[in-house]
């Protein structure tokens, strides 16, 4: 199994930044994708975006396209959430996810949270007016 803890959530304004971190441990080895989902109050658990553990694969949510930046970096088991010009609307708890299945096409169902079978515990983010 991998276990995973995600930091670096707080309250910022309108148009500020933060950058979320989510270390991985256990079997690393078996990791397949990262995610990034948030999910707000009295809202469904929403995708925001994801990456592959070995080569260049990225994808994003609509909403977070052209904001956030996923990135990684596998000699500290750690990927990261670089979120820019955001709005109240980001406001929510953020999770990190790990997919352990390997499919012939990566990006197939990359922003279903079915998908992904080990989970944080979430950062809260707030952002105000």
């Known amino acids: 199994q991998v276990q995973l803890v995600e930091s670096g959530g707080g309250l910022v304004q309108v148009g500020g930044s933060l950058r979320l971190s989510c270390l991985a441990s256990?079997?690393?080895?078996?990791?397949?994708?990262v995610g990034w989902f948030r999910q707000a109050p009295g809202k469904e658990r929403e995708f925001g975006a994801a990456?592959?553990?070995?080569?260049?694969?990225?994808y994003y949510g609509e909403s977070v396209k052209d904001r956030f930046t996923i990135s990684r970096d596998n000699a500290k088991n750690t990927v990261y959430l670089q979120m820019n010009g955001l709005k109240p609307e980001d406001t929510a708890v953020y999770y990190c996810?790990?997919?352990?299945?390997?499919?012939?096409?990566?990006?197939?169902?990359?922003?279903?949270?079915?998908?992904?079978?080990?989970w944080g515990r979430g950062t809260q983010v707030t952002v105000s007016s």
């Open positions: 990456i592959s553990w070995v080569g260049n694969n990225t």
């Open positions: 256990g079997k690393i080895f078996s990791i397949n994708a």
């Open positions: 996810a790990v997919r352990h299945l390997r499919r012939a096409y990566w990006y197939y169902n990359i922003d279903n949270s079915r998908e992904y079978d080990s």
